[in-house]
């Protein structure tokens, strides 16, 4: 049985609803949770010298989530990624989304789930944060109810259980936004090594929307390597690619990433039944508001392993179906496994 603590406070003073909440293990791990976007705020994990740092970036104070263009550890929906031209049709009915990444829609744009206050509710070592997405929201179509389960267990596991339903045939892809530096400081990610157990990827065209085809990773291939190896093959510019996992069955758990720091002796394992994982190397980061180390943070202090459905899935034939039945229940889940090497 897990031996852990839990504790809420207020980040506003006189504002009740928002809410942080730490989860400690036995080990003297912790992640800090807020309701506002359902996001992972903090995790506190151990180097290979027992010492705790944080490993997500997150803000001091909450008021700088409200307008935060960066999606710092946000629970994305209803769909995660991008929807081109923000259009998709379904049973022959055209659904207009909003738009708000040029012509396209990205994390379902101003209505995504970021910016959207859940229920919430404590058991032991999980917090379980829910949602009601009324018809129409954001241009989806049905009322959809969704819950993310986050729970800290004693071997330093994150695990975060995603479920929805809805009155009518939508869309849904969740997923978690958290961005990962390992070294435990503020600094950029080139010096962490990667591995990616795929060999086949998305291509995608200028507006990180894939064209349709299935390609070879070629000169994106992670086996362990430094970052800053593989930028470099690729004219030094960050990476967006969505890779594809090797599965058996839909409902199978398996490896989508590992992310090593060799000077602080971290790992993490990111482990999901997803179709497949993003890679974003945080290029475009640019925060106003100050991360953990007292400053905001820039280009390359942190990268994303956005376990999700492909993006743009409905409009894509190449794509696995994207849908769920009236009353079906969507279910998805991502493990986040910190030790050290």
């Not at 897990?2 to 909440?21: A, F, P, Q, W």
């Not at 993490?268 to 179709?275: A, E, G």
């Amino acid at each position: 049985m897990n031996s852990t603590n839990t504790k809420e406070d207020n980040i506003i003073t006189g504002v009740n609803e928002i809410k942080l909440i730490k989860i400690t293990n036995k080990r003297g791990a912790s992640i800090s949770l807020s309701n506002y976007g359902a996001s992972l705020v903090s995790a506190l994990m151990p180097d290979k010298n027992g010492q705790l740092a944080d490993v997500v970036l997150g803000f001091a104070r909450l008021e700088d989530y409200f307008d935060d263009q960066n999606y710092l550890g946000a629970t994305i929906g209803r769909f995660a990624n991008r929807i081109a031209n923000g259009k998709f049709e379904l049973d022959g009915k055209t659904f207009q989304l909003h738009t708000n990444d040029g012509a396209h829609t990205n994390h379902s744009g101003s209505n995504g789930f970021s910016n959207k206050l859940f229920h919430y509710l404590t058991e032991g070592n999980k917090v379980i944060f829910t949602l009601y997405s009324e018809e129409g929201e954001g241009g989806f179509p049905g009322d959809l109810h969704c819950s993310v389960t986050y729970e800290l267990t004693d071997q330093n596991e994150v695990l975060i259980n995603y479920q929805a339903h809805s009155n009518q045939k939508t869309i849904v892809s969740l997923t978690n936004h958290a961005y990962f530096n390992l070294s435990g400081k503020q600094s950029d990610i080139f010096d962490h090594q990667l591995y990616i157990p795929s060999e086949k990827m998305l291509e995608m065209d200028q507006d990180y929307l894939p064209t349709g085809k299935i390609v070879s990773t070629l000169k994106s291939t992670f086996k362990g390597q430094q970052i800053a190896e593989i930028i470099t093959e690729n004219n030094n510019k960050g990476l967006n690619n969505y890779y594809l996992l090797k599965k058996q069955t839909p409902t199978e758990l398996v490896l989508a990433a590992e992310l090593s720091h060799t000077s602080s002796g971290r790992r993490l394992k990111v482990f999901t039944d997803s179709y497949g994982v993003l890679l974003y190397t945080g290029d475009f980061l640019d925060t106003t508001g100050f991360g953990h180390h007292g400053k905001p943070y820039t280009a390359f202090n942190g990268l994303c392993l956005e376990c999700q459905h492909y993006p743009d899935a409905p409009n894509q034939q190449i794509a696995p179906a994207v849908t769920i039945e009236k009353g079906a229940v969507y279910q998805q889940k991502i493990i986040y496994k910190f030790d050290t090497i």
